[in-house]
């Protein structure tokens, strides 16, 4: 029996059901081959938005508090050659995420559904890419004490999810769950 696709609507609703409801969200999306160019386009693109946005608002209103007295300040031009940088590079890591994570799925007995991976990469990344709204005032700092239980959150979903959403047995997961956080964890902080 084949998995049923989903609609983008109802799939909007399932990533963000990952909030409150992570057990249920994975879960139902398990059951789902969803499209990976639907979930770039509908909504991982405008979710990896927000930090680079973030940072360019932040930093051009405020300048960056990197730990001296006076805020680092850069031209409107700096600022979004780096914001878009930013963003290609967020973007770049979690598409090849989802792609290297779809490719080793064979070796631990994982799903093989591209479409599963992007959403449970989307999932995954979805509280650092909102707690990024912390860019807005750009405080080393402030950034630090935010986006770190941020990550911790991300790591839990990731252990959480992929067993779930893409049928890991346990005794084989947990090679795949190492690399998952390390290679999440590094697109993520880039």
């Not at 590079?89 to 992007?118: D, K, N, P, Q, Y």
């Not at 941020?150 to 252990?159: D, E, P, Q, R």
Request: net charge positive.
């Amino acid at each position: 029996m084949g998995k049923r696709v989903i609609g983008s609507g109802i799939y909007s609703f399932l990533l963000l059901k990952a909030f409150y409801k992570s057990f249920k969200a994975f879960t139902e999306l398990a059951k789902v081959d969803p499209s990976p160019i639907s979930i770039i386009f509908r909504y991982l693109l405008w979710l990896m938005l927000l930090p680079p946005l973030s940072s360019l608002i932040g930093a051009a209103n405020f300048g960056w508090r990197l730990g001296a007295n006076e805020p680092l300040m850069m031209g409107s031009n700096s600022l979004i050659l780096i914001s878009v940088g930013y963003f290609f590079v967020l973007l770049f890591g979690l598409v090849t995420t989802a792609i290297i994570g779809c490719w080793m799925a064979g070796t631990c007995g994982a799903s093989e559904s591209l479409g599963r991976h992007f959403a449970l990469i989307t999932i995954v990344s979805q509280p650092l890419a909102i707690a990024s709204i912390a860019h807005l005032f750009p405080d080393v700092l402030v950034n630090v004490l935010i986006l770190i239980p941020t990550l911790i959150w991300s790591m839990y979903l990731l252990y959480k999810g992929i067993p779930i959403a893409l049928g890991t047995p346990p005794e084989r997961g947990m090679p795949r769950h190492i690399w998952q956080m390390a290679g999440s964890s590094v697109s993520e902080s880039a």
